[in-house]
């Protein structure tokens, strides 16, 4: 693999599935700097798990490229509690888009996933192709299995009728527009939320949920969404791509690292009757920097920017 140009996105219409979610915020800020035009439709005007409809609009609006990053996403308690929505809402988003993209000609999908596509106790770093042999994490896997239906539509379509329909499959991301509720958020906002409550109110303890001893990779968003515009323009094939950081923590450092940040020092307390999901999940990129791209964001960088821009727009409390 090398990092040659394949598409030129120069002067093409890029329809951002999801645009007002964290990934799909983050692609369009990243797209406004090509040489290109974004199409985005708000939830109003468009269902996209209705097919009908999916299909109207695209046919009015024959985007070149697609980006698909509109999903129903969650952390491990939303997965848990909505399985029906996490399996529904996603088969019909993926199915619909990737047919209708069909349907009108675009000319390069990107489809993305997520790592925990991937078995609960696969080898690590993950290989892209321990996909599918064996059993997934329990917590998360109506997601997975609607995540990895989406691959095989690119790959099915890629087969059948040689679109150039791609996968990425990105590590636990954060950044800003990530969700702060703590029923449905992941693990990151969820402790940035509960570390600035903890200080504000002098609190001498925080929950962390879980024992703490589950390994996550994080990735920020901006670096994703720079991930995901280099693959488009010079990935074209079958397997699906791992997007990853390379650095991975402890949940239990995650936490310390966050209290360090928003300047909390009290006791951390672990609530062990909450999952702890799946033991750990590294990516492996090497395809990934075969291509040219690795991040430019630490965590710690990442996380203060994050922490500063839920200041912001004040939601923390
Ligand atoms: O980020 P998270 O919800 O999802 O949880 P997953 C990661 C780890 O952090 C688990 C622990 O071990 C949690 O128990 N944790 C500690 C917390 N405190 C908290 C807290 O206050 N809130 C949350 N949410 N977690 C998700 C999948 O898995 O990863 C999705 O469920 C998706 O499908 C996403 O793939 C990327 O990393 O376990």
Not at 47 to 58: F, N, P, R, T
Not at 204 to 216: A, C, F, N, Q, T
Not at 243 to 270: H, K, M, N, W, Y
Request: aromatic content about 8%; charged content about 25%; glycine content about 6%.
């Amino acid at each position: 693999m090398t990092d040659e140009v394949l598409f030129d996105l120069d002067g093409k219409r890029v329809f951002v599935a999801g645009h007002r979610g964290m990934v799909g915020s983050a692609i369009a800020r990243r797209l406004a700097s090509e040489n290109a035009s974004i199409l985005t439709v708000d939830r109003s005007e468009l269902d996209l798990v209705q097919q009908a409809s999916v299909e109207k609009w695209m046919t009015s609006n024959r985007p070149d490229v697609v980006i698909l990053a509109a999903a129903k996403v969650g952390g491990i308690l939303a997965n848990t509690n909505y399985p029906a929505q996490f399996l529904y809402e996603n088969l019909m988003i993926e199915s619909n888009i990737i047919h209708a993209a069909h349907q009108v000609g675009v000319k390069k999908l990107a489809f993305l996933g997520s790592t925990c596509i991937y078995p609960k106790l696969a080898d690590q770093p993950i290989k892209e192709d321990y996909l599918l042999t064996g059993p997934l994490e329990p917590t998360n896997e109506w997601y997975a299995i609607a995540k990895i239906a989406g691959i095989k539509l690119c790959q099915a379509y890629r087969k059948q009728y040689g679109s150039d329909f791609i996968s990425a499959q990105p590590t636990n991301l954060y950044g800003p527009g990530d969700n702060y509720d703590l029923k449905a958020s992941h693990v990151l906002p969820a402790l940035l939320r509960k570390a600035h409550n903890a200080k504000l109110s002098d609190a001498k303890e925080m929950i962390v949920w879980g024992s703490g001893k589950p390994l996550r990779e994080f990735l920020h968003v901006d670096d994703l969404a720079d991930a995901v515009i280099h693959l488009t323009k010079r990935y074209s094939a079958d397997d699906p791509i791992n997007v990853g950081s390379g650095q991975e923590i402890r949940i239990a450092d995650l936490a310390t690292l966050i209290c360090q940040i928003v300047g909390f020092d009290g006791e951390l307390i672990f609530d062990k009757s909450k999952p702890d999901g799946t033991p750990r999940k590294l990516a492996d990129t090497t395809r990934l920097r075969e291509i040219g791209w690795r991040n430019a964001r630490s965590l710690e960088e990442g996380v203060i920017s994050t922490y500063k821009n839920a200041l912001e727009n004040n939601l923390l409390t």
